[in-house]
Nanobody
């Protein structure tokens, strides 16, 4: 059974930091591109960061964020610094196979940036 379970969301003040984690199971994690998306109320889901299967260097990341992966632990993390109210959204973890059309999504974790 495929699972992507996000954790680490919550309420943080502007300028603060959060670290999101996504724990994967049920598929060969090291074969999948991993990414984080977010969706704010009334807005479309947008890409936040993406990292390839065989590297720990991000292919894309929005300015104040860092994405890393641990293939041994089957986790991907998103470090978010200097958070702003406009970062408020539900953050989703996504896995995309590089050799097939398989794609999986987590259930999302809420991040709220407010004073």
């Amino acid at each position: 059974q495929v699972q992507l379970v996000e954790s680490g969301g919550g309420l943080v003040q502007p300028g603060g930091s959060l670290r999101l984690s996504c724990a994967a199971s049920g598929f060969v994690f090291s074969n999948y591109e991993m990414s984080w998306y977010r969706q704010a109320p009334g807005k479309e889901r947008e890409l936040v960061a993406v990292i390839s299967p065989g590297t720990n260097s991000a292919d894309f990341v929005r300015g104040r964020f860092t994405i890393t992966r641990d293939n041994a632990k089957k986790t991907v993390t998103l470090q978010m610094n200097n958070l702003k109210p406009e970062d408020t959204a539900v953050y989703y973890c996504r896995a995309r196979a590089t050799m097939s059309r398989n794609e999986y999504w987590g259930q999302g974790t809420q991040v709220t940036v407010s004073s």
